[in-house]
């Protein structure tokens, strides 16, 4: 996948111009409170592709935050909090994920409302026929991404949806580089198999 259809579908950055990362720090209310609204649209959606339905990424929301509140102490006001924060979240899906409590939904209802990797792609025409045609690719691109392992399908949507580069995920997943790149290309190769299977 180019960057260009990368970057059309990731979400971006949330601006952290005028945020006072010290107030966080120190947990001073109003600079969470700023902090938290910045970040949460990004987390939200975050939690919502990995975990494959909207009431789970609540519940995780939740969790997100007040670990981020708990941990303000170990933020650094002089790089970018973006990072720090979706290991925070990615971490909370893994916990989920390894807690046996959790079991992802049918594929139906994988990563529901989520836009697919193939609604991304350009489309000559608008017209209902070729919007019935791109709804239903992009709903089996949602249940194909769905389906992923777990450690694939994180790999995916952080570099997917949140276009990010392979050493920012390493450092996420405590991965080295280069296990990264494996593990995205064995993701990426999956997707190629069911979706081969679905004729897409």
């Known amino acids: 996948m180019d960057s260009s259809s990368r970057n059309s579908g990731q979400n971006p950055a949330p601006s952290v111009d005028g945020l006072d990362l010290e107030g966080v720090r120190r947990r001073d209310p109003r600079a969470l409170e700023d902090f938290f609204e910045a970040f949460f649209d990004r987390v939200f959606t975050h939690l919502r592709r990995l975990l494959g339905n909207e009431s789970a990424a609540q519940d995780a929301a939740q969790d997100v935050f007040l670990k ?3 941990g303000a102490h170990l933020l650094d006001p002089d790089r970018d909090p973006g990072p720090w924060v979706m290991t925070i979240a990615t971490n909370v899906c893994r916990d989920l994920w390894r807690s046996g409590g959790y079991r992802l939904g049918s594929a139906s209802s994988s990563l529901e409302g ?15 026929e070729g919007d019935a045609i791109a709804a239903e690719r992009a709903r089996l691109v ?6 992923l392992r777990e450690p694939l399908r994180e790999v995916v949507v952080l ?5 990010l580069g392979y050493e920012q995920i390493a450092a996420i ?20 198999k069911t979706l081969q299977k679905a004729g897409l």
């Open 159 to 163: 570099r997917e949806y949140e276009g």
């Open 114 to 128: 989520t836009p697919g990797l193939a609604e991304r792609l350009p489309s000559e025409t608008r017209d209902p």
């Open 173 to 192: 997943t405590g991965l080295n580089e280069a296990a990264v790149r494996k593990r995205y290309s064995r993701a990426l190769s999956e997707l190629g």
């Open 68 to 70: 981020i509140h708990r």
């Open 142 to 147: 949602r249940e194909a991404l769905g389906r």
